[in-house]
């Protein structure tokens, strides 16, 4: 029997409240002696620690970098090593992209191709209002094709998803990117033969792309990546028996909630907007996922300073959640982004609960090595849910 | 390779001795700043901390709360997610029911139905006596039917053990049991189709009871949960190569140890009882599980200051059991029950390790905190048997 199997039998619904406050990519090294979450002045977080328990978890397992997909699901309560989603599907349903089970969808960014050579992958980043119009100049005058459907839905600057509905449509396709400028564009490839199909309606699609937009300066060509179908996933309904939201600015987070059958509650991005939502909308859950990201975006542009700013920023919204009572309290990173890497990581993320029946280890700091001497020791971050349910008192027992 | 064929390959017969020491529910929460075991005076258990390294154990994974079957499955060694034992078959066993390979048994309570309704689903709690002569009469009076065996075997109060023998019986069967005052008595109903013989059987002896039972004024109906088969399950004979003895009170413990292959030495209910056992088998064993019942019992019905006594009553015999110089001493819990929970619980347990191969910790102190902090980290129960035979010299070199 495996933990979804357990959850399956011993879940059950009760009006206690679960938060999982994700501070992306907080967790970091050392720069000078002190991490990012060392050096920054946070009394709030800091306070929390104390309040209850602390840990470190491995968003998959120890050594391995997760990307911000994998690293969500664990924390979720879902293996990542079994749960596998393409990037393409969580940014079509980030972007409210309706997708169903004949649907395949793609990640694209127009580019600038010139003399056979891609030389801008970001075709200059055009402002969103040109892409919008480029995409319905698309969706008029793409040619039509016998069984297929195909829409383009514009995202910011130079992205765009890419929705081909057709019978038997596989995702096994490699990306149609050469990720680099100065070459020519690549077309898809099938990875099986079952993805032949796919295949070349792909890359038909490209070449009506190049045909349809060949009078645009600067996006006249289509690349895109991340190929993939609806994939098979329970809710956290079915899973839970929760009823969870979502409290989250980007695509990829919403995407990934609503897939998961949370509700999405879609915020601005100001911080004040996350707490707002949740004040707004506590009546009406029983788990809520925040998402904060500039943590992590910071950290990926390799600015350690601004990295401590940002948890700086954060933490005097703390007291606004705590005042809410929830029975269970996580705060914890999906996965480490240390500015010295300018990218995720392996290392494990801190993670503090605080709860009724938590208990209280001596940890005074939301921070790396401070959580690493907490009481809940080193786990791996699918186990954070069946804490969080445990301590809100949503698990039965498991045999007599 | 798993763990079980792993022992079967490595496993040795030798002379050393292991004793486990299992304080049932011993684990617990703090209440005013102190867990049971905080508050408790208990100077050998604290000895025996200092003497040797501590850790904490969760038993089945993280934030699932166990039975005392899985628990305790878990601490000898067999994966509680592999195999998993009805309480029927635990209860019969302890009570030395006979089963077999035809038989299928369940726990029963004897109730009082009136109009219809369960009006006491412990019929009273009707002396062990009465329940004797009532079990000696159903024996006597139940209609016989074409190959079925059927036998009632009493049990303390208002408790029995009911037998159902004949071919093709399955036990995925629902609880024949309303488990509240007030309702209908609910017939059995089979959870798959193989079960519908075994379902029709069941409930025709239901009805045969409340006819035979009719002129009784408490004891007129029987309430029947935890239909089981004997489980297919290796010994710790041929797993681990042990001559395993268990020391124990209760039914459950008894019955899971049989099962499992051990010498059931039965004791009467004083803590002393369970010494002067261990030292009379001492040369007949190899290994020694010794069930204390009380922590558990006072941690169920929230007595926090019982379960400190029942603590404090346990330690004076510590110094008995370290004068039989076993090689490998454990002292651990299955579960724990904090009083503040009335009930098991997910939180991991305290467990100490004194043996000449183990070393010693700092930790100064048998309590949750004090032994998270030990040499041995966090593990999952199943691991306290591979260790206990590693100290112990019983298990060879993996590989070359």
Not at 140 to 145: G, Y
Not at 163 to 171: E, K, Y
Not at 290 to 305: A, P, Q
Not at 382 to 387: E, T
């Amino acid at each position: 029997m495996e933990w979804e199997e357990l959850a399956r039998d011993l879940s059950q619904q009760t009006d206690s409240k679960i938060v999982l406050l994700v501070m992306d990519g907080v967790g970091g090294l050392p720069a000078d002696g002190k991490s990012e979450l060392e050096a920054a002045r946070k009394p709030n977080l800091d306070a929390l620690a104390k309040a209850g328990v602390c840990g470190v978890s491995d968003p998959v397992m120890m050594g391995i970098t997760p990307g911000s997909g994998p690293a969500h699901l664990a924390l979720f309560g879902y293996d990542p090593l079994k749960f596998q989603l393409g990037r393409g599907i969580l940014e079509a349903l980030g972007s409210g992209v309706e997708v169903g089970r004949n649907d395949l969808v793609a990640r694209g960014n127009f580019a600038t191709v010139k003399g056979g050579r891609v030389v801008d992958r970001r075709a200059g980043r055009i402002p969103t209002e040109e892409n919008a119009r480029i995409c319905g100049y698309l969706n008029e005058h793409l040619p039509q094709r016998d069984g297929i459907a195909i829409r383009v839905f514009p995202g910011k600057e130079h992205r765009f998803v890419a929705r081909f509905t057709a019978a038997g449509l596989s995702d096994a396709l490699s990306d149609a990117d050469p990720q680099a400028e100065g070459k020519a564009p690549l077309p898809t490839a099938p990875l099986g033969p079952e993805a032949a199909k796919a295949s070349a309606i792909v890359n038909r699609f490209i070449d009506d792309v190049a045909a349809v937009l060949k009078g645009e300066a600067k996006a006249n060509a289509a690349l895109l990546r991340g190929f993939s179908k609806f994939p098979s996933i329970p809710t956290m309904q079915e899973l839970f028996k929760l009823r969870p939201a979502a409290i989250a600015n980007y695509p990829m987070y919403k995407g990934l909630a609503k897939l998961l059958g949370m509700e999405v509650i879609s915020v601005g991005g100001e911080t004040a907007d996350l707490f707002d939502a949740l004040e707004k909308n506590w009546a009406d859950h029983d788990f809520f996922y925040i998402h904060y990201k500039k943590t992590d975006s910071m950290g990926e542009d390799g600015r350690f300073e601004a990295k401590v700013a940002a948890i700086e920023a954060l933490d005097p919204f703390l007291p606004r959640l705590v005042a809410l009572r929830p029975d269970v309290l996580v705060v914890t990173s999906d996965h480490s982004t240390p500015s010295c890497l300018k990218g995720h990581s392996w290392h494990p993320n801190p993670f503090l609960l605080v709860s009724p029946t938590a208990g209280v280890d001596d940890v005074a700091a939301f921070a790396e090595r401070a959580c690493a001497k907490g009481l809940l020791h080193r786990f791996r971050s699918i186990s954070a849910m069946p804490l969080m349910l445990a301590h809100a008192l949503k698990l039965k027992k498991y045999g007599a």
